[in-house]
C-alpha cells in the first residue's frame, strides 16, 4: 500500500510562512492526484488543495486562493504546500492523502475520496 508521511509543521507567527512537505514510500506516486486537507480541533475536515497525478491542474480552497500553493516532483515522491500569509484561521492538523484515478473536481471536498492518508503535521498560527 502507499504510504505517506507528512512534515514540515510547527509554530509561526501571523503574516509568516511554511512549507509542508508529503512523502510517498513508492515510486507510483504519479499515478495518484494528492490533496491536502486540515482539521481544527472541534471542526471538520476541510479540504485546502489538490494537484492532479500528472501535476497539470490544482484546485484550491477559496479560503485559501493566493496564499497557498500546490506542487509536486514525482521523481522526488514529494508533494509540498507552501502557505504564505498565514492566519490564525489557518491553525490545524495537515494532512496529505493520495487517490488513484482522473482528478475530476474543480472545488475541494472534505476528502471522502481519498484512499490512502498521512498521519498528520500541525500547523500553529499565533503570535
Known amino acids: 500500500q502507499l504510504q505517506l508521511v507528512e512534515s514540515g509543521g510547527g509554530l509561526v507567527q501571523p503574516g509568516g510562512s511554511l512549507r509542508l512537505s508529503c512523502t510517498a514510500s513508492?515510486?507510483?506516486?504519479?499515478?495518484?492526484?494528492i490533496g491536502w486537507f486540515r482539521q481544527a480541533p472541534g471542526k471538520g475536515r476541510e479540504g485546502v488543495s489538490c494537484i492532479s497525478a500528472s501535476g497539470g491542474s490544482t484546485v484550491y480552497a477559496d479560503s485559501v486562493k493566493g496564499r497557498f500553493t500546490i506542487t509536486r516532483d514525482n521523481a522526488k515522491r514529494t508533494v509540498w504546500l507552501q502557505m504564505n500569509s498565514l492566519k490564525p484561521e489557518d491553525t490545524a492538523v495537515y494532512y496529505c492523502?493520495?487517490?488513484?484515478?482522473?482528478?475530476?473536481?474543480?472545488?475541494?471536498?472534505?476528502?471522502?475520496?481519498?484512499?490512502?492518508w498521512g498521519q498528520g503535521t500541525q500547523v500553529t498560527v499565533s503570535a
Open positions: 492523502a493520495a487517490h488513484y484515478g482522473v482528478l475530476v473536481t474543480s472545488t475541494m471536498t472534505n476528502g471522502y475520496e481519498y484512499e490512502y
Open positions: 513508492e515510486s507510483s506516486l504519479d499515478t495518484y492526484n
